[in-house]
């Protein structure tokens, strides 16, 4: 090779591993700025166990808003996560009864306005799912009560939709409710009520109406809803996620 094409390259070696080093130093150095950003109980956290239990949005297929809330399902999550010793993973993840990945996760969020309807192959699914230890919380944010527990009765025809006592463990599972759901936002100026489908002694689904803790849990300038209020509505949403997982 020429002495001065030699020269050349090497030049050209040594310049692009200068830039490697200063691109790997700047990814470095920017990598630090972003960890000195996160509290260290949540470095501690996600230390201590990576796998950390992931929460799901349902998208139902047929009737009403599936999406209704965005703010909701973070800030509940980002809740727990602070304020128990459950790895909760703050992201809301969203998923539709037939997708592969159903079985991953072991509490769904659902909520909506007015109708909300299975189709068949989504009823057996969601019957499976359920059967198998899943857990089904939904929220009414206004007019679903008619139409979900008709769907409720389709998944399960031999099992009673009940409502729940107030001593039952969900109300008590983190902290206590001894008057039940709390009242979060008033629709028809009636007492709140929570329903549930009970396999072998455990409420698989708790169906939520004149409640709607959902408003509760988005942000603050959403509803305007009172800072007690607000309380209320996270600790009933802790209590949820607890008896969803643990008992």
Known sequence: ?????????????AIIVMLLAGNLLAQRNQLNNLMRQ???????K???NPSMVKIARLHYSGGGD???????????????????????DTIEHEIKINDPELFKYPFLFATGHGL??????????????LSSGGFLFVNDSYG???????????????REIVELPFDHPLYHSFYDFPNGPPKIHEHDNKAPRG????INGKAVVYFLVESDIGDGWEDAVVHNDPEDKRTESFRMGLNLLTYALLY
Do not use: C, H
Not at 38 to 44: E, G, K, M, R
Not at 74 to 80: F, S
Not at 144 to 158: N, R, V
């Open 38 to 44: 996160i509290p260290q109980t949540t470095i501690a």
């Open 195 to 198: 329903y549930a489908v009970i």
């Open 116 to 129: 909300i309807s299975f189709e068949s192959d989504e009823i057996e699914r969601l019957r499976l799912y």
């Open 46 to 48: 996600a230390k201590t």
């Open 66 to 88: 599936w999406y209704w809330g965005r703010s909701a399902i973070p800030n509940m999550l980002k809740y727990a996560y602070e304020n128990s010793d459950m790895l909760i």
């Open 144 to 158: 679903m009560e008619k139409t979900f527990l008709k769907e409720m009765a389709k998944i399960f025809p031999e």
């Open 1 to 13: 090779m020429n002495k001065f094409k030699f020269i050349a390259l090497s030049t050209t070696i």
